[in-house]
T-cell receptor, first 112, second 114 residues
Framework: ETGVTQSPTHLIKTRGQQVTLRCSSQ?????VSWYQQALGQGPQFIFQ???????GRGNFPPRFSGLQFPNYSSELNVNALELDDSALYLC???????????FGEGSRLTVL | DQQVKQNSPSLSVQEGRISILNCDYT??????FLWYKKYPAEGPTFLIS?????DKNEDGRFTVFLNKSAKHLSLHIVPSQPGDSAVYFC?????????????FGKGTKLSVIP
């Protein structure tokens, strides 16, 4: 059984740029959630996708957007990057929208 | 406004002794609580959960206690082992939301000393 995989693992961007992070869900899972973990903080819910539709969103501005594909993999896009967007971005998949979350290792984004 | 609080950033315990990690919450809508463990360079992994209809849940060496009136939960690890050294996150969600939108605490770093 393949776990949740995320890419890239590390990346550096400059302020104002755009970034796309990718996530492959665990086999058999149809739901993907994204979390942002800033340094010294707990993960913060960004949004969840269930069957290719957004199914819940946390307190993040519209420049944070996402997609889920028919194979249930997902992308997180962040436009107009700000310094405070520097964080570890965690993807988690689950079977159904209220199922146990299985997290990937995360993508560490640094915005300079 | 932190809705889930873990007031101890770190905890050191001798191997074989009990580790007690604490968590407080403020949102009365939360009725499902989870603990996650995170090793460096890995994603969080689910450890144990408890529903608000219970006050205790056990899984091997791990027990979670829930005090709804105090809005407090704790994770007990007995006996503690060096492999338990990790960051532990408490998380909460309203189960009726239709999706798991977990609110996490800041975490407690547990060090188990051999």
């Amino acid at each position: 059984e393949t776990g949740v995989t995320q890419s890239p693992t590390h990346l550096i961007k400059t302020r104002g740029q755009q970034v796309t992070l990718r996530c492959s869900s665990q086999s058999g899972h149809n739901t993907v959630s994204w979390y942002q973990q800033a340094l010294g903080q707990g993960p913060q819910f960004i949004f969840q996708y269930y069957r290719e539709e957004e199914n819940g969103r946390g307190n993040f501005p519209p420049r944070f957007s996402g997609l889920q594909f028919p194979n249930y993999s997902s992308e997180l896009n962040v436009n107009a990057l700000e310094l405070d967007d520097s964080a570890l971005y965690l993807c988690a998949s689950s079977y159904q929208e209220a199922g146990e979350l299985f997290f990937g290792e995360g993508s560490r984004l640094t915005v300079l | 406004d932190q809705q889930v609080k873990q007031n101890s950033p770190s905890l050191s315990v001798q191997e074989g002794r009990i580790s007690i990690l604490n968590c407080d919450y403020t949102n009365s809508m939360f009725d499902y609580f989870l603990w996650y463990k995170k090793y460096p360079a890995e994603g969080p992994t689910f450890l144990i959960s408890i529903s608000s209809i219970k006050d205790k849940n056990e899984d091997g060496r791990f027990t979670v206690f829930l005090n709804k009136s105090a809005k407090h939960l704790s994770l007990h690890i007995v006996p503690s082992q060096p492999g338990d050294s990790a960051v532990y996150f408490c998380a909460a969600t309203p189960s009726g939301a239709g999706s798991y939108q977990l609110t996490f605490g800041k975490g407690t770093k547990l060090s188990v000393i051999p």
